[in-house]
């Protein structure tokens, strides 16, 4: 049987800034203070554009992020809308972006996942990883993963697309929707396998859960930050 391939998408572009300051950001109550990542429970996230980056919009499609909590991610609403909405619905959780009058910035969406998986990678250059971390605060664990990149173990089975560090992870069954055609010179796309065995020989927490708590008290000789 032909071994299910995964697309990994991510923006050419810079992202853009948002008009908060970083001691309001440090406030907001659905990312951690430590670590920026936004909390595994939080659904939609509403996302502010400062008025500087608004002309340079059109340039960033369909997909790039906005510079705050180590970036909301954000899509042009016709690239993702060419997912049948079912699967929309099923794995993904859709905000706006606002403008700094609060109006709504039309055809652009915010969006989260139910999952946020990490790449490992089997380090051509000889470091598989860069420096893992756990936030002293929420327990996210944070790694660097040195390509060329794999999945390890296999990501969750009831769900299709899935946030990736910066990226956005699709099963090459929902991919195949999106009309790649017309956007290929404006993403990165990198096919990404799955593994039998973890290839970088690390001992990782299921990346299906970077704040699993059970797993960080098992290792407390990792660097808390
Ligand atoms: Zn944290």
């Known amino acids: 049987m032909k071994k299910e391939e995964f697309y990994l998408l991510y923006s050419k572009w810079d992202g853009f800034h948002s008009p908060h300051t970083p001691e309001e950001i440090a406030k907001?109550?659905?990312?951690?203070?430590?670590c920026g990542e936004v909390f595994d429970d939080v659904k939609q996230v509403d996302s502010v554009i400062q008025n500087t980056y608004l002309s340079d919009l059109p340039k960033e499609k369909p997909l790039t992020s906005s510079w705050l909590c180590g970036g909301v991610k954000v899509v042009w609403e016709p690239f993702i809308r060419a997912?049948?909405?079912?699967?929309?619905?099923?794995?993904l959780y859709f905000g706006n972006l606002l403008g700094q009058d609060g109006k709504r910035i039309e055809g652009w969406l915010?969006?989260?996942?139910?999952?946020?998986l990490q790449l490992r990678g089997t380090g051509k250059g000889g470091t598989k990883v860069r420096r893992?971390?756990?936030?002293?605060?929420?327990?996210?664990v944070r790694w660097g993963a040195q390509g060329p990149f794999f999945l390890y173990p296999a990501p969750p089975a009831d769900a299709d697309i899935f946030l990736c560090g910066s990226s956005t992870l699709f099963r090459e069954s929902v991919y195949q929707y999106l009309d790649m055609e017309q956007w290929r010179k404006k993403v990165y796309v990198q096919k990404i396998k799955v593994a039998d065995k973890p290839l970088d020989g690390l001992d990782l927490p299921p990346f299906e859960i970077p704040r699993d708590l059970k797993w960080v008290e098992e290792h407390p000789d990792l660097e808390r930050c």
Do not use: E, M
């Open 110 to 116: 915010t969006y989260r996942c139910r999952y946020n």
């Open 28 to 34: 907001f109550p659905w990312r951690c203070s430590g």
């Open 83 to 91: 997912i049948p909405q079912p699967i929309l619905d099923h794995n």
């Open 132 to 140: 893992i971390t756990v936030c002293k605060d929420c327990g996210y």
